[in-house]
Each structure stands twice: as structure tokens, then as C-alpha cells.
């Protein structure tokens, strides 16, 4: 029954995406969204063969398309029989239904898509049960449309209240599986809180920043360990802690989940531990993908969740990463690298800016000198009777 895990077995599965394009968003917003959801869709282990997108004031809110556009896409599915439309926002439970109904396909949202990464990527039992806490919650409200196959039977007297009573059955039970993960990840809560308060001497610096910027890349170029890194959103999910040296500087380095536009509540509210890493460093090093077309959004999407955690006026250090990937023609700047690092990136208040390429290990002694002076003044102020030794 679970929705949680419908791409994980699939194999070349294809698709297609839907959008719409409303009054506050632009056509190039629009098909950058695409461009991700696409990306989404390939890291779950599905390829996009086509894109529809619609301009409407907002959402309709029977069918989240208009009625000419989803025959639009009913037709296309049905001539290159494809089983799988995945729309670029959540979905309500009855617009899926409805969607379903006039589809006869799966469909997946936004923010199933990115469950179903989450639960594919989750290794350790906290991850673990994180994910399916936001999977169940995802799950409860939308019960009825799973067991719409009892609609079809038509003529079936009695068969009504079964269902009914079915789907009571089942609320129930994902109602109670709810409670007991939330009193687990309570219990793992606790534990590590009390693991960041043994680790409490030590200055804490945690990476931060959009999905796939580079974040893992550096943990293992700073820290030399091995924390698995590649080219798809959401590489990393449970938070790794390693005690790192710079000259005679020790300190522990956070690797964090990535943000991404749109993320599911559900997961914020079952992450908050991980997040807690975050709320708790004394610094962060915000990544940015400076190659990325968006990188600007990217950031201020971010700094946006940052400031929901309480963390907009934390010590920062902005990291340009992938200097080594940037074109100007590419990367929606007409700017070469020298003239954008002249702009606000090395004007903004109490941020330190440095531009690095951690692939190819550019200027990371930068990185480290400036991570340098910023642990060792937050050192003096905590332990200013240990200032000598530093």
C-alpha cells in the first residue's frame, strides 16, 4: 500500500512532467523548475520523454491543469503508452483522484518524488524512520484514492462498506504507526542530543546549502574522510560528524542534508533532528553551485530556510564551489568570474566570500584560512582563558 517506494524497483521507467506557469513565475522560472523535477525524476530512476506546461492564474483545483491540456496529455500517454506523470507541485488527495481517473496512469507529485529519493538514500535506522514518518503522514489524507479499485466494481452490493470500513481499518493502523515512530525518534532525539552535548568543547561548523552543490565533495577534501558523494539530489541524507585539524585547530564538521525548493513539510518536521545539527553550529559554510544557471535562487532559497531555523544571523562563510564548471554564456551571466566576484558576493554584511573548486581543489587553502580565523575567534570568545594556545 505504501506510496513511498513506487520508483525504487523501476528500471528505465519513463515518464512525463507537467508544470504551470502562473502569474509570479516566468517561462524561464518555469523550465528551470522542470529542469530540477527532471533531475528528481532521474535520481528516483525514471527518464522524462516530455514536458507539458500550462499558464494559469493559479492551480485548478480539480485537475491542477485545465480540461483541454490533461486531454492533451491523455493523448500523448496513450500513443507512446506511457504509465508514469509526475506534476511539479503537490497534489490534493482529490485532484489526484481525479487526475488518476481521467489518466488511467500513475501519478506522482512533487513531493512523492522526492519521499521516494528519500527512502532509497535513507541507510541508518534514524534516516530510516524519519522518512517513513513523512511517508505515512504524506499517506493518511490521502487513503481513499487507494482503494479506488472498489469504485470499479460495479453492481457489487455490499461492497461499500467493506471499503469504508477498510479504509477506517487502515487510517487507524497508519495512525498508530505514526505515534510509534514519533515516540522512536523521540527516544533517538534524545540520544543525540545528548551525543552533540559530549561534543559540546569542540567549535562546530556545519555545511550547508541546495541539494548537489558540492557539500560532500568538500566534507571528504577537508576532512579526508570518504562520505559518499555523487551527482544526484540527495546523496547525502543521514548527517555525518567528523573531528577535523586545521594547522593546530581542531574542530567537528557537519555534512548535512540538502534544501531544495519546495521540500516537503512532512520532512522538515521529521528531519527536525538532523536540522538540529544545524541550529546548534557555531558556523556554517554555506555552498553554492556558482556553475548552476540559478545559483542566486538556489541561494536565497537556502538563507529562506535557514531563517525558519533560527539561523539568519549565524556566523557564515558564502563558498562559491565549481569555479572550475562556470561559464559565462552557460550560467545565465554574461560576467566572467573575475567581474562577478566584484559584485555583491564579496560586499555582503558580516559574510565572508571565498570561490573554490573542490573537484579539482582550487583555492581550498583559501577556504581553509579563512575557516581558520573564523573557528579561532569563535574559540577565544567561548575559551578565552585557552586563547594562548591558538
Known sequence: MSEGHVLVDAVEETCVLVGIITSTVTDEQAHEYLDELE????????????????????????????????????????????????FDDELSPSQLRNIEKELECKILDRNILILDIFASRARTSHAKTQVELAQMQYMLPRLKRLWTHLERQKGGIGLRGPGESQIETDRRIIQTRIALLKEKLKEIDKQMAVQRGNRGQLVRVALVGYTNVGKSTLMNLLSKSEVFAENKLFATLDTTVRKVVIENLPFLLTDTVGFIRKLPHQLVESFKSTLDEVREADLLIHVVDISH??????????????????NKDKPMILVFNKIDAYKPDESGSNMTLEELKKTWMNR???????????????????????????????????????NFLY
Do not use: W
Open 293 to 310: 544557471p540559478n545559483f542566486e535562487d538556489q541561494l536565497h532559497i537556502v538563507n529562506e530556510t535557514l531563517a525558519e531555523l533560527d
Open 348 to 386: 555582503l554584511p558580516a559574510t565572508k566570500c571565498v570561490f573554490i573548486s573542490a573537484t579539482d581543489k582550487e583555492n581550498v587553502e583559501e577556504l581553509k584560512e579563512t575557516m581558520y580565523s573564523e573557528i579561532k575567534r569563535i574559540f577565544a570568545i567561548r575559551y578565552p582563558f585557552n
Open 39 to 86: 533531475f528528481l525524476a532521474e535520481t528516483a530512476g525514471a527518464t522524462a520523454v516530455k514536458r507539458f506546461t500550462q499558464k494559469l492564474p493559479l492551480a485548478n483545483p480539480r485537475t491542477f491543469v485545465g480540461t483541454g491540456k490533461l486531454e492533451e496529455i491523455k493523448d500523448y500517454i496513450k500513443e507512446h503508452g506511457i504509465e508514469l506523470v509526475i
